[in-house]
């Protein structure tokens, strides 16, 4: 039997699996909350330090119209900005708990994020390779990416709120 080091990170490279991950956002709209997802993403793990992007023109939502609102310079600015990137400075894993600290660019803007979400080891998939999940969250306020478009309630209080939380829930498979 062998002894796992629940606190080591995955080493060598790591590629997402498209197939079997997502990326998104969800942001309180009115009375309820607004989901999207990214169609078109990358991401890799290479010896603890984790890259991301999402393209912006894969925005995908339940309203064509709104898709397009959505890469408008009110939003993401696709033209401008076609693409939102993450890079990772210090990952740190306590048994399946991770919190990874880093960069996050949204329409040409970058701040510091912490994300926090959970880890699992390695395991060997019926392909002969080996992959790992990473399931992940963080809240930013989009305000601070200068996506500040809102449509005013009735009662004068925004309709969108300016507290967007991004989910990636992600399965990375070693690479030879």
């Known amino acids: 039997m062998s002894i796992v080091d629940t606190h080591v990170l995955p080493t060598g490279t790591w590629q997402v699996d498209k197939v079997h991950s997502s990326i998104g956002f969800a942001v309180d709209y009115m009375a309820g909350t607004f989901h999207g997802t990214f ?7 290479t010896d603890g330090v984790l890259n991301g992007s999402a393209k912006v023109a894969s925005v995908q939502v339940m309203d064509e119209s709104l898709a397009a609102h959505l890469q408008s310079p009110d939003f993401f600015d696709a033209q401008a900005h076609p693409e939102l990137t993450f890079t990772s400075k210090t990952i740190n894993r306590d ?4 919190t990874i600290d880093g960069e996050i660019t949204i329409k040409g803007h970058t701040e510091t994020a912490e994300i926090t979400g959970e880890i699992s080891d390695p395991i060997a998939d ?30 004068g209080e925004p309709a969108l709120s300016n507290e967007v939380t991004i989910m990636a829930e992600m399965q990375l498979s070693k690479q030879a």
């Open 39 to 45: 169609s078109d993403f990358d991401a890799a793990v």
């Open 95 to 98: 048994g399946d708990r991770v």
């Open 126 to 155: 019926p392909y002969g390779g080996e992959r790992f999940r990473l399931t992940l969250q963080t809240v930013v306020d989009r305000d601070t990416f200068g996506v500040s478009w809102n449509n005013p309630l009735p009662s």
